[in-house]
């Protein structure tokens, strides 16, 4: 579960990436809306999610929206998370305590959330949840004006939700 839900404003945040650059959500959002999806390695939901998450940010991320991992892990485990799941967003070390997870409330990952540029959450999606990613495909889609195209391809099974 998570305390922050559509609607909500999302907490700031301040993590550092796996190649040590800096990040911020209230930076972040300076250049456009982002995509910020908690996970921990050793999730098989998260797993299943993160290729799908990948797949938004090949078709909208560079575009004035912003796509980023935050990572429960130490740096070694994510850096083969990466590698094995395709990963080319930033992905962030929640290290230490776990601040940005804890300033969420998060109980379970995967959790995604769609942040405008205000600072306002559009989707909260706990778990991998079809219809989420679809809503977040269709509004980046309706935000740079272009057709909005299936995240999800015809000859793959995909189920409606799994539960993180």
């Given at each position: 579960?998570?305390?922050?839900l ?36 050793s999730?098989p939901?998260?797993q299943f999610t993160f ?5 938004l ?17 130490d740096?070694?485990d ?14 962030l ?8 997870s804890?300033?969420?409330g ?6 995604v959330?769609l ?9 909260s ?11 977040i495909?269709?509004?980046?889609a309706?935000?740079?004006k ?9 000859t ?7 539960p993180?």
């Open positions: 579960m998570t305390n922050i559509a609607g909500s404003k999302a907490p700031d945040f301040a993590l550092k990436s796996l190649d040590g650059k800096p990040y911020s959500l209230k930076s972040v959002l300076q250049k456009g809306p982002a995509v910020v999806a908690f996970f921990k390695i999730c939901v998260c290729p799908f998450l990948e797949r940010f090949q078709r909208y991320g560079n575009e004035g929206v912003i796509f980023l991992g935050v990572s429960q892990n740096a070694r994510t850096r083969d998370f990466v590698k094995e799941y395709g990963v080319t967003f930033p992905v070390l929640d290290e230490k305590g776990y601040p940005a804890n300033a969420y998060l109980t379970n990952v995967p959790t959330f942040v405008d540029t205000d600072g306002s959450v559009k989707v999606s706990m778990g991998f949840v079809k219809a989420d990613l679809e809503s495909a269709n509004i980046l309706d935000r740079r272009i057709a909005r195209a299936p995240l999800f391809l015809s793959e099974s995909v189920p409606a939700n799994r993180g």
